[in-house]
């Protein structure tokens, strides 16, 4: 296995026109054992067409492949403590 650290592919994903921020975890994956998740708030999600094969273009051509994630999921807001810190355990389910 290889090592995914989930700073890489955040700061890669935030850089897209259209996200306001995002969070990458890990997932079990049969094949893999682990797999790469990623969680992204868009910026405008009433006015947004960022699509999940919009995220999925920009991985393939920014990040190595076992870097790009396996499965992309769009929410309103990420789990946060009170000082702002991102709850990547509750993203993993």
């Known amino acids: 296995g290889f090592n995914v ?6 700061d890669v994903i935030t850089q897209m026109p ?5 969070a990458a975890v890990g997932v079990p994956d049969a094949k893999a054992g682990e797999a790469v ?8 999600p009433q006015h947004s067409t960022l699509t999940e094969a919009d995220v999925r273009a920009y991985c393939e051509a920014n990040l ?3 870097k790009r994630p396996k499965v ?4 309103l807001d990420l ?3 009170p000082v702002g810190k991102i709850l990547r355990r509750e ?3």
């Open 64 to 66: 190595t492949g076992y």
């Open 79 to 81: 789990p946060k403590t």
């Open 18 to 22: 259209g996200v306001l921020e995002c």
């Open 37 to 44: 998740k990623v969680v992204i708030v868009k910026k405008d």
């Open 5 to 10: 650290y989930p700073n890489e592919v955040e």
């Open 91 to 93: 993203l993993r389910g």
């Open 72 to 75: 992309v999921e769009f929410r």
